[in-house]
């Protein structure tokens, strides 16, 4: 194959973690094209749901010189509510106390789709191939073929490194044959905006019940996104209930701290699982983002993880000759190796140990709750990881 021809990076998938690695990589890497290949027909993917942005992924967003065109419509998270329903234990962050001016913003992921497809568009050195399906990869020594879908017919092209961006759903991952450890929690998450009595005033809340947990981010001063865990058949109930019977079973679960729940808006629901790849690369190949990782939303950390998978991927590609070499691709996984850990564990510990009316479980997890609340270094670890900020990242070599 003529070198010329090879494509250095092509990502499957221009959802938020494929198009923010494809920015990072292009601004790292002026002399390499990077193709993006999506599905969606023209401009962004359309996506339903708000999520919350780590400090850590927003400071990044301001140095990329994205967060301008997000600012107007983010929403910031000043203060952060952790409690056990029906005991004691709580704990509460302050952004004052940690320094910053928020620990996190709310938006929604379709503004943060668009502000990343536009930063991709003007790039000179990033191809967005839309309509365009991944289907196959037939692996070579110097490169691989990427054999792709769009406009009814077959196409490809070849290079050195595919990166798998494409979701839970992951084709890139089956075609590697690379399985998937699941970790089923038995709930269903129920998504929608409620309207409150009273102003949010900069609070977020994560409330554990259990049936499993509730959270609630400021979207504007009296507006809400609800992300409610239940399980799968009480899930169904309450989806299809009427509003007034939805507000009533809400705020018998979540109380009354943020007020009343006056109104209700449309209701999405999600399985929640976890859903981890059993390798991350492969020949010429990488996983990241929900192809390598679902998790919970209960600690909102999976965007966050998948944002940290795209500098880490950047970094390690900065100063490479064959960005597809096994020497490049064990970097970038030794790189990212704790910080899953670490994650995955933190997400689990909540789901399964918050989830659990057994006594000294409970016991313990108020104590943890309470401990937080007071006792300073323990906080400060559990604000830094909520803010996603991960020492190991930094000194990213070859
Ligand atoms: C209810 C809920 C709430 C959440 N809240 C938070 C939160 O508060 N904070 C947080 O950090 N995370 C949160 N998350 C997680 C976050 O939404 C995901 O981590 C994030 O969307 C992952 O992005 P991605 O780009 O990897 O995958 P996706 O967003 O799924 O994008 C995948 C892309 O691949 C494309 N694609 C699919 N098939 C192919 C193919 N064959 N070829 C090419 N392209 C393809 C799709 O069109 C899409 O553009 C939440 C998740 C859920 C379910």
Redesign the pocket.
């Known amino acids: 194959m003529d070198a010329a021809k090879v494509t250095p990076v092509v990502i499957?998938?221009?959802?938020?973690?494929?198009a923010l690695s494809a920015l990072l990589i292009a601004r790292h890497r002026p002399d390499w094209q990077i193709k993006i290949?999506?599905?969606?027909p023209s401009g962004p993917?359309q996506d339903g749901?708000t999520?919350?942005l780590a400090a850590g992924t927003v400071g990044l967003l301001e140095r990329e010189g994205i967060w301008s065109q997000l600012s107007k419509t983010a929403y910031p998270i000043e203060h952060i509510h952790v409690s056990d329903r029906g005991y004691a234990g709580v704990t509460r962050l302050h952004a004052e106390e940690h320094q910053v001016p928020a620990l996190g913003q709310v938006i929604a992921?379709a503004d943060l789709n668009l502000a990343l497809y536009d930063a991709c568009q003007a790039q000179n050195n990033i191809d967005w191939v839309a309509g365009a399906?991944?289907s196959e990869i037939k692996a070579g020594r110097q490169s691989s073929e990427i054999i792709y879908q769009q406009n009814a017919g077959e196409h490809s092209l070849f290079a050195r490194l595919l990166v798998g961006?494409?979701?839970?759903r992951s084709?890139v991952r089956e075609a590697l044959n690379i399985e998937t450890d699941q970790s089923d929690y038995q709930q269903e998450?129920i998504?929608t905006t409620l309207t409150l009595s009273q102003p949010m005033a900069g609070w977020a809340y994560e409330r554990f019940t259990e049936h499993g947990p509730v959270a609630l981010l400021p979207l504007s001063e009296y507006q809400a996104s609800l992300?409610w865990s239940l399980p799968p058949a009480a899930a169904e109930e309450v989806r299809h209930s009427s509003d007034a019977e939805f507000l009533r079973r809400c705020q018998r679960a979540f109380g009354y701290r943020a007020g009343r729940f006056t109104a209700v808006g449309e209701r999405l629901q999600?399985p929640l699982r976890m859903q981890l790849a059993k390798n991350n690369v492969a020949h010429r190949a990488l996983l990241i983002?929900?192809?390598s990782h679902a998790l919970h939303?209960i600690a909102?950390?999976?965007?966050?993880l998948?944002v940290r998978d795209a500098i880490v991927l950047s970094e390690v590609l900065r100063h490479c000759d064959d960005p597809g070499s096994y020497r490049v691709l064990n970097n970038y996984w030794q790189h990212r190796e704790a910080d899953y850990k670490r994650v995955i564990g933190l997400t689990d510990l909540l789901v399964r140990g918050f989830s659990n009316t057994f006594i000294p479980l409970t016991l313990c997890r108020n104590l943890a709750l309470l401990g937080l609340d007071i006792l300073p270094p323990l906080q400060q670890q559990f604000a830094r990881q909520t803010m996603g900020y991960v020492d190991q990242l930094k000194p990213v070599t070859e």
């Not at 290949?37 to 969606?40: A, F, G, I, N």
């Not at 961006?165 to 839970?168: E, I, L, M, P, S």
Request: no cysteine.
């Open positions: 499957a998938g221009g959802g938020l973690v494929g290949l999506e599905p969606q993917v749901r999520i919350a992921a399906r991944f961006a494409d979701g839970q084709r998450g998504i992300v999600f983002g929900n192809a939303p909102g950390q999976g965007f966050n998948g």
